[in-house]
């Protein structure tokens, strides 16, 4: 009789800005339960956290999260106002001082990420040349960073076309696939405005009252307004915001549907508002406790 072939598992982290910090509490309690995932493909935010599973940083990655405050985040971030607010090479230089970048086929793990590219609308599979660019280009968020340029394309994020990559995992050998959608309760509740990044923390001295342009840009295009009517208004990245969530939601449900994975985990980030990078270790705890709900499910796939 022939030996029984170890099942590979895939493991498909999904796009969603700051909730994605919660990607690294799943795969932490897969890895505590002693499930290895051996593929791992991501969109957006979850190619960054899949990147750095693949290279075997997220011992690296977990700490740096977690000690993220508003004002850390605000320093990693470079403001252009052009094609988008955010041109990247900041944050993207901060990476590459930091961690190894041995390209793409030579990490320890097989690890592949989503763009969308900006012309065609056409989903790209990125699956070689430098980690640290095909993470840039699949982050690329329209209107809030600018896009990638990358083989004579401009590619933006990959939440756009494939918001939970379960096909790639697929189709890059995985015979079981978890798939983690951080957008699954966003549609359908009242959030609350996602907060400046500017507040001061309580009982600081006032600030001196000129202030800097980008934060009177900042303060006018976050906070909520209000209408005769008595109805909140959100503001315009707020409606931005929401809008697409809806269109992830949509997407997704779509997606995984037809190309459905053998576990979904869905941790429950809607109070985390896109920009709430500082919260990593709320959105870390979250999504190891939604990852340890379905650890019996997973073992009796895994046999």
């Not at 009789?1 to 800005?17: E, P, Q, T, V």
């Not at 000690?67 to 971030?77: A, K």
Request: overall charge neutral; aromatic content about 6%; hydrophobic content about 45%.
């Amino acid at each position: 009789m022939a030996a029984h072939r170890r099942l590979h598992i895939g493991l498909a982290l999904g796009s969603g800005s700051a909730r994605g910090w919660s990607h690294v509490g799943v795969i932490r309690a897969f890895l505590d339960a002693g499930i290895e995932p051996d593929i791992v493909c991501g969109s957006s935010i979850g190619a960054l956290v899949g990147a750095a599973y693949a290279a075997d940083e997220i011992d690296r990655l977990e700490p740096w999260i977690a000690s993220l405050t508003r004002q850390g985040v605000m320093s990693l971030l470079d403001f252009r106002l052009s094609s988008g607010m955010i041109e990247g090479r900041k944050l993207m230089r901060y990476f590459r001082e930091r961690f190894d970048d041995p390209g793409i086929e030579q990490l320890r793990r097989p690890f592949a990420c989503v763009a969308t590219e900006l012309d065609s609308g056409r989903e790209v599979w990125l699956r070689d040349g430098p980690v640290v660019d095909a993470v840039r280009a699949s982050i690329a968020l329209p209107g809030l960073f600018t896009p990638m340029q990358r083989d004579g394309r401009l590619l933006v994020d990959g939440g756009l076309v494939n918001p939970v990559p379960v096909s790639l995992c697929r189709a890059m050998g995985a015979d079981v696939v978890i798939a983690v959608d951080l957008n699954w309760d966003l549609v359908g509740r009242r959030t609350r405005a996602a907060p400046s990044l500017y507040a001061e923390p309580a009982g600081a001295p006032s600030r001196p009252a000129r202030k800097s342009t980008l934060e009177s840009m900042w303060k006018r295009l976050w906070p909520s307004s209000e209408e005769p009517s008595g109805l909140p208004m959100p503001s315009m990245l707020g409606v931005l915001s929401a809008s697409l969530n809806i269109m992830q939601v949509r997407i997704t449900n779509s997606r995984l549907a037809g190309e459905p994975a053998d576990v979904v985990v869905r941790p429950r980030m809607s109070g985390l508002g896109p920009m709430d990078y500082h919260r990593g270790a709320e959105a870390i705890a979250e999504g190891r406790r939604a990852a340890e709900q379905v650890l019996g499910q997973l073992r009796e796939l895994l046999g």
